[in-house]
């Protein structure tokens, strides 16, 4: 979208022409986000842009003035000139049909394995008792978790049983582990964790990306295996994300401390870094970014995609395990960068709506109920 395309827009919503899409489209960009330093804009382009605050008295507008000095103007221009978008939540909807394969969000699904090998397919209707193990209930709860409960009679050889949850491509799943620890998979993600802790310490194995409300008990530390290294709670909350297919692992602290360990080193995180850590073996140690910025960390547990400067293959990456799409790539990948957000709960062709905006070309085919999208230059 460039400049002249915002004024028009501007002037339908004066004009009281604008659908009801497109009002929330306009509000939401002035009431929610914050502006960004960008190249001149002439004094009349100004005015347009500003004349949208009187239009909007039913909203908290944030004020554009002390903004003009440096005559900025809202992120969402900055498509025309530095490669930017914004993503939002109420994304003025384009018409679907165009596409031939409208690809639905992921939903709460996921496989339980069972220490005995039995598999259980997950599904968000599910509510009731899964399955009883060495005296520990399982049990799917009525807020979508599965729950392990200990009984008075609970074998003692119940920590040598492990479980493992996995999601699939295009679903997410919760549990509460038997010591109250509360755990959130994202897609394409697994947790191996025994059915109950009895011993000196409480360890999981993790692949892909999860967040943890982990309860802290200082007599039996809680260690998270993760890729190749160790994350241990020092009484917290953080995220973990370490997807084989991304270049860094990166756990980010929401809040407490976690002891991480790497290759022969050891860090502590404190509430607000992250430590980014190479996701293969190298000689590389830990990197600690300071005020981390947690809500893009943890987005996707509250529903939504959240990128900053993202390339264009991190957002492919997002979707194509959320969608559960292939995504390829021919010719030059083009060199576009996304900021902004917008609900997990979209179809993709949303999604693509977006992408269209930026120039990004790209072809779907879907064979066998896999969907691939290419991008081509």
């Known amino acids: 979208m460039n400049i002249e395309d915002f004024k028009k827009l501007l002037h339908r919503y004066n004009a009281g022409k604008c659908t009801e899409a497109e009002k929330t489209l306009l509000e939401s960009w002035y009431s929610e986000f914050e502006f960004q330093k960008l190249p001149e804009l002439t004094n009349d382009q100004l005015a347009e842009i500003l004349s949208i605050q009187t239009a909007l008295p039913q909203r908290k507008i944030k004020s554009l003035i002390p903004w003009i000095s440096s005559a900025a103007a809202v992120l969402l221009l900055c498509l025309s000139v530095g490669g930017y978008f914004l993503w939002h939540k109420h ?3 384009q018409a679907a049909e165009k596409y031939t394969y409208n690809v639905p969000p992921g939903s709460d699904k996921a496989i339980l394995t069972l220490a005995n090998g039995k598999k259980m397919v997950l599904s968000a209707n599910q509510v009731g008792k899964l399955a009883e193990q060495g005296g520990v209930a399982v049990d799917r709860t009525a807020d979508g978790k599965v729950l392990y409960t200990a009984s008075e009679k609970q074998d003692p050889t119940v920590a040598m049983l492990y479980n493992t949850l ?14 109250g620890t509360k755990v959130w998979l994202n897609a394409a993600s697994s947790i191996k964790y025994p059915v109950a802790f009895n011993g000196d310490e409480r360890k999981v194995e993790i692949t892909g990306e999860a967040y943890f409300e982990v309860v802290h008990n200082a007599a039996k530390p809680f260690r998270i295996v993760a890729g190749n290294q160790v994350i241990e709670d020092l009484g917290t909350q953080f995220n973990v994300n370490s997807y084989v297919d991304e270049p860094l692992t990166k756990v980010t602290l929401i809040a407490g401390s976690v002891k991480i360990s790497g290759n022969k080193e050891n860090i502590i995180l404190k509430p607000g870094q992250q430590s980014q850590f ?25 529903g939504l995609f959240k990128f900053h400067k993202a390339s264009l293959q991190t957002v492919m990456r997002q979707l194509s395990r959320w969608y559960n799409v292939n995504v390829n790539y021919e010719g030059k990948i083009p060199d576009v960068e996304f900021s902004g957000e917008i609900t997990r709960n979209v179809n993709m062709s949303e999604v693509l709506d977006i992408l ?22």
């Not at 000689?283 to 981390?292: H, L, M, P, Y």
């Open 166 to 179: 996995s999601t699939p491509r295009g679903g997410q799943y919760s549990l509460v582990l038997a010591d």
């Open 278 to 302: 190479p996701s293969q073996p190298t000689s590389q140690g830990f990197r600690i970014t300071d005020n981390a910025d947690v809500a893009e960390a943890v987005a996707w547990k509250n």
């Open 91 to 93: 994304y003025l909807p």
């Open 356 to 377: 269209s905006y930026l120039k990004v070309h790209f072809k779907m085919k879907q064979n066998n109920q896999d969907t691939t999208i290419t991008v081509t230059e």
